[in-house]
């Protein structure tokens, strides 16, 4: 018996139906299409210092996110494939039932990723590859550099150029439903934390982030922090908050996973200036949407780099590896209160500000001298809104490896005294005889 034929969108960390290049152009095709997500396995294995690749807060999000796509999905009559076995054995077994003619996912380029794409090559080898960038502000074929080699070493000067010579696209509609006769039910159903090796958990009532995966309450908060409330008008001025829910956007466990794409951010801020106001507020939304942006362009210039010890500088500096070290700063057990805080309120909820993870990085690496890639392997396994890019970029920056001119070290206890002046944030997350 023949085959059916069908084209497969394979989910990554594109999760959502809005501005997805992939989507929109599978739905332009005449054969039925199918979605398949992974929670391969390597990613949920153990990792260093008795820590899994994702640990249970990401990973809850993940499953609410799929959860989520899955549901919209069925709205344009696509069915999800969901399975917990590599993407080359998922696919494999798509294609004992089916006939694969093309496989439409987002272009990824870091080592572990790519070598992904190539055990599926193997697998379906008579099977069209169609790859999209989505999960840029500035579309790589449109930012003003002849190659990536070209990427300044110092990110005003990228930013400066891009918004000078670079249009942002506007974002994809949602594309129209495929046929109702051509939707495939897979019949397949999501794992638990418990089946992924994980312990389930209660979300702690301290968090900043105690919000939900998915596109849907993605797209609720950038309404409720846009239309809702307006906070966007005051997004500079309490950005370096460390407590509650809106001292920033917190788009950015969305953004990770692709349940929201910058270019739909974008455009929502520009809608805000024309609608509601234009301020220094409503462009530093923007400002970090390009410092994200940023390093996803240094990966694509320095590849691996970004994860050896001298990172992209190549730099030669001693560093230690203690693991005495290691548990002390990543149960916040430090001499320093301020960097105990914020990581503990890492620990317990798989969130810290940004004016955190800044402390917590620099106290790592630049005062306890540790080996900053055990810091970034950390923060890969704890944090929701990992993204290898801005994780690894950062890590790199604050470590004195990376993009930063001025190799920074913060003091954190002057930092503590500047945005937690009245210790606040430390009792919430520090035992009250510690102040």
């Known amino acids: 018996m023949q085959k059916k034929q069908v084209n497969v969108i394979w989910f990554r960390n594109d999760l959502r139906i809005d501005d997805n290049p992939a989507l929109a152009e599978i739905l332009k095709q005449d054969l039925p299409v199918i979605g398949m997500y992974c929670f391969e396995p390597r990613l949920y294995q153990n990792y260093f210092y008795g820590l899994k690749k994702t640990e249970a807060y990401r990973a809850n999000f993940i499953i ?51 070598d992904v794409e190539i055990n599926i090559k193997d697998q379906i080898p008579n099977t069209k590859f169609e790859s999209f960038y989505g999960q840029f502000l500035y579309h790589p074929d449109d930012v ?13 000067n990228f930013r400066k150029k891009c918004q000078k010579q670079t249009e942002v696209r506007s974002p994809l509609e949602v594309p129209e439903p495929q046929s109702a006769n051509n939707f495939i039910d897979l019949n397949t159903s999501l794992p638990t934390l418990t089946e992924l090796g994980l312990e389930e958990f209660e979300k702690d009532s ?9 596109e849907t309450s993605g797209r609720e908060r950038l309404d409720y922090y846009f239309w809702d409330s307006e906070k966007l008008k005051y997004y500079k001025k309490t950005r370096n908050g460390l407590l509650g829910t809106d001292y920033s956007s917190k788009f950015s466990p969305w953004l990770a996973h692709g349940c929201l794409s910058p270019r739909r951010i ?9 609608q509601i106001k234009k301020n220094q507020d409503t462009y530093w939304l923007i400002f970090e949407l390009i410092w994200r942006d940023y390093f996803k362009y240094v990966s694509l210039k320095h590849g691996n780099d970004i994860f050896k010890i001298g990172g992209i500088l190549n730099k030669d500096y001693d560093w230690y590896r203690n693991k005495a070290a290691f548990k002390e700063w990543s149960e916040g057990r430090t001499k ?30 630049k005062t306890l001298k540790q080996d900053w890639r055990i810091g970034a392997a950390y923060f890969e396994a704890m944090l929701i809104d990992y ?34 002046s009245n210790g606040k944030y430390r009792r919430t997350w520090l035992h009250d005889s510690l102040f």
Do not use: C
């Open 144 to 156: 003003p550099y002849e190659d990536f080699n070209e990427i300044p070493k110092v990110f005003t």
């Open 387 to 420: 993204d290898v890019h801005s994780n690894w970029g950062n890590w790199m920056y604050n470590s004195g490896v990376g993009n930063d001119p001025r190799d920074r070290k913060f003091n954190t206890q002057l930092q503590a005294d500047r945005y937690d």
């Open 206 to 214: 301290r968090s900043a982030f105690p919000f939900k995966g998915g």
């Open 64 to 114: 609410e996110a799929v959860e989520d796509l899955k549901n919209k999905l069925k709205s344009l009559n696509i069915g999800l494939k969901i399975s917990q076995v590599s993407p080359d054995d998922a696919l494999k077994q798509l294609s004992d039932e089916f006939e694969i003619k093309g496989l439409y996912f987002q272009k990824e380029w870091t080592s572990e990723e790519v």
């Open 266 to 274: 974008y455009a929502e801020v520009k809608k805000f200036e024309k």
């Open 336 to 365: 320093d209160d301020f960097v105990n805080a914020n990581m503990i309120e890492l620990k317990k909820t798989g969130f810290m500000s940004n004016r955190g993870r800044q402390n917590v990085a620099s106290y790592w690496s």
